[in-house]
């Protein structure tokens, strides 16, 4: 347990319908990242909050796709009416600010695993 | 960020060395490289990283080239809970904040 979390741990979902998943990042983490994996394939970067500031987003994040970290410390991901191509695990990670001696480190959740139907 | 290439598969018998190599002939001078695993059903996990000089740390070593265009990372005894997929990541230090991931290399240690 990296001390991130992430909520539900499991989603399943109609095509068309909306989710909101949820990341709690380890306390004073600064940074925070999402990813989302396919079977077999390695995390694709989706977005990268430093505090409450969106920095960098994803061409892989349509415009279906939002996220927010509204007080700089837990982080929301939705997506809008949901495809059968939005099945995937949807991680999130965690960093310290530079001056921490594990800054290079990204602490990643477990998880949350999406299947639309 | 320079592309990593790995052995889709490798096996390893317990408590053997298990060697994992990469290339990334395309390194630039200020990316380091990065070694996650990521054990079935778990996010990923960091293990070690480097920039020139060889590392070690109480998980695993990693070896990387004089010419920097390749590395080997080595879990010095290998268990069962080692069998997992070994990303090698290549990125700045700084500037870049995100992970670019392979496919790995999908270690099994056999009993």
């Known amino acids: 347990d990296t001390g991130v979390s992430q909520n539900p741990r499991h989603k399943i979902t109609k095509r068309g319908q909306n989710v909101t998943f949820r990341c709690d990042p380890i306390?004073?983490?600064?940074?925070l990242y999402w990813y989302r994996q396919t079977l077999g394939q390695g995390p694709e970067f989706l977005t990268y909050?430093?505090?409450?500031?969106?920095?960098?987003k994803s061409r892989l994040l349509s415009d279906r796709f939002s996220a927010e970290r509204p007080k700089g410390s837990f982080s929301t991901l939705e997506i809008q009416r949901t495809e059968q191509g939005d099945s995937a695990m949807y991680l999130c990670a965690s960093t310290p600010p530079p001056r921490e001696r594990s800054s290079y480190e990204q602490y990643f959740g477990p998880g949350t695993r999406l299947t639309v139907t | 960020d320079a592309k990593t290439t790995q052995p889709t598969s490798m096996d390893c018998a317990e408590g053997r060395a298990a060697n994992l190599p990469c290339n990334h002939s395309t390194i630039s001078g200020n990316e380091y490289v990065y070694w996650y695993r990521q054990i079935h059903s778990q996010g990923p996990q960091y293990i070690i990283h480097?920039?020139?000089n060889n590392e070690t740390n109480e998980m695993a070593s990693l070896i990387i080239t004089e010419d920097r265009k390749s590395s080997t990372l080595i879990l010095p005894h290998a268990t069962l809970r080692d069998t997992a997929v070994y990303y090698c990541?290549?990125?700045?230090?700084?500037?870049?904040?995100?992970?670019?991931f392979g496919t790995g290399t999908r270690l099994t240690i056999i009993p």
């Open positions: 909050f430093q505090n409450e500031a969106q920095l960098e």
């Open positions: 990541i290549v990125r700045p230090r700084f500037g870049n904040e995100k992970l670019t």
């Open positions: 306390s004073e983490h600064n940074r």
């Open positions: 480097g920039l020139k």
